[in-house]
């Protein structure tokens, strides 16, 4: 596929991981950031967070999701920074346009897909927004779309509180679905040669997750049993975290087949019983079995249990930390990387999908972008002259 052009008016997270999938095929990625206004800090609140980079607009928090990427900053309150926002999309040409404002402002800030499908009829434009256009004021942050949408309330130990992933999987699922709709627009578009639009509600993208557990509710559960079961499966056993001499091991048991291969190991002999043969029987004695595994794996450093339970075809893993995760010989050589303005290499997670045509130097994202770094440089390609420009700073129309 050509190497696209991708205008985003985004800030926070979810679109910004979007965005970088784009990034992370070549593409060319451009966000759009709001001009100051007042004694706020400029542009996206994200550059703001998390310790402090090289450039005061650089935060650690703002650098992951933005490697790869372009910035310019419009006034889209202004007629003028509307105008400029059609030109950019219709001269450079921009192939797709996303943006993650309140859709009760689209039209207001000339951003909705009939403004700007007018000014490129083959744009493909995509809105991520806490519920879709049908509640265009309703705002919506990751912690909260976990609560509204029952993850907290299935996540943690079962005589415990609520509580959130450890990562924000809404904000990422929901860009996903953003990415996704995008192919398929694209495909669309090279058999019809004209653009479409997408709109992504993060309350609905979190809830299509819940295929395990929704359909539970017709099907003889109670509420109560379609709620939190700590690091236990609700329906196979055993599925556990138990303890070893020096921390965690996982183990999951997945089928009878599993089991009697567990069983098969002479330090896990004694938990063999004819009324454990089948899942329904474990689980019925679901508390005996998880103790009965527990004191076997105390006995056992973590990594010789996980080997020793992976030998026989069993699903074991140790509880990795972050900085072990990407030493794993199937993820450290897949990492990207970039490079702060001062030389230091930042690791950053790698694609989604493995892309073997992908040379070493392809795995070098540029440094997140600074606030309106390419302003001048894009508004240039719009076939503005030097002396518009230097006006439309002054008055504020771009930074």
């Not at 935060?59 to 933005?66: E, Q, R, V």
């Not at 809105?127 to 907290?152: C, E, F, I, N, R």
């Not at 130990?157 to 192919?183: T, W």
């Not at 998880?290 to 509880?319: F, K, M, N, R």
């Amino acid at each position: 596929m050509d190497k696209l052009t991708v205008l985003s008016l985004e800030q926070a997270l979810s679109l910004s991981h979007a965005t970088q999938r784009f990034a992370h095929l070549g593409w060319r990625v451009i966000r759009v950031e709001a001009t100051p206004s007042g004694n706020r800090l400029p542009g996206d609140p994200n550059r703001y967070v998390g310790k402090p980079g090289e450039k005061p607009d650089l935060s650690a928090y703002f650098i992951g999701p933005n490697a790869g990427k372009e910035s310019i900053a419009l006034n889209l309150k202004t007629k003028e920074g509307r105008a400029l926002l059609r030109r950019i999309i219709a001269q450079l040409p921009v192939d797709v346009f996303c943006c993650n404002t309140l859709p009760k402002r689209y039209a207001e800030l000339g951003i909705d897909y009939e403004t700007l499908s007018a000014a490129n009829p083959a744009l493909i434009w995509a809105g991520l927004s806490a519920m879709g256009p049908k509640y265009p004021d309703v705002p919506g942050y990751d912690p909260a779309l976990q609560a509204l949408t029952g993850y907290m309330d299935i996540t943690g130990d079962p005589n415990g509180p609520p509580m959130l992933c450890g990562v924000p999987f809404v904000d990422l699922k929901a860009g996903d679905e953003v990415y996704a709709g995008v192919c398929l627009a694209l495909a669309e578009r090279a058999h019809t040669g004209r653009g479409s639009r997408i709109d992504v509600s993060m309350t609905q993208a979190a809830v299509s997750w819940l295929v395990t557990t929704i359909p539970l509710l017709d099907l003889g559960y109670t509420p109560d049993e379609v709620r939190r079961n700590g690091n236990e499966h609700r329906e196979f056993v055993p599925v556990n975290v138990y303890p070893t001499s020096d921390g965690h091991v996982f183990l999951a048991v997945g089928n009878d087949v599993q089991w009697s291969r567990l069983v098969s190991i002479e330090a896990f002999a004694a938990l063999a019983k004819p009324s454990r043969e089948t899942n329904e029987g474990r689980r019925a004695d679901r508390d005996k079995i998880h103790h009965e595994i527990g004191a076997v794996t105390g006995g056992y450093a973590t990594d010789d249990i996980a080997g020793l339970l992976s030998a026989q075809g069993l699903v074991a893993a140790p509880i990795n930390t972050i900085p072990q995760v990407i030493d794993l010989p199937q993820i450290r050589n897949t990492l990207l990387e970039t490079q702060t303005p001062a030389g230091g290499k930042v690791r950053l997670p790698p694609p989604a999908v493995e892309q073997p045509h992908l040379r070493e130097c392809e795995r070098r994202l540029p440094f997140a972008p600074r606030y309106g770094q390419h302003t001048e440089r894009v508004l240039e390609e719009a076939g503005l002259r030097r002396e518009e420009i230097e006006t439309l700073t002054s008055d504020g129309t771009v930074a």
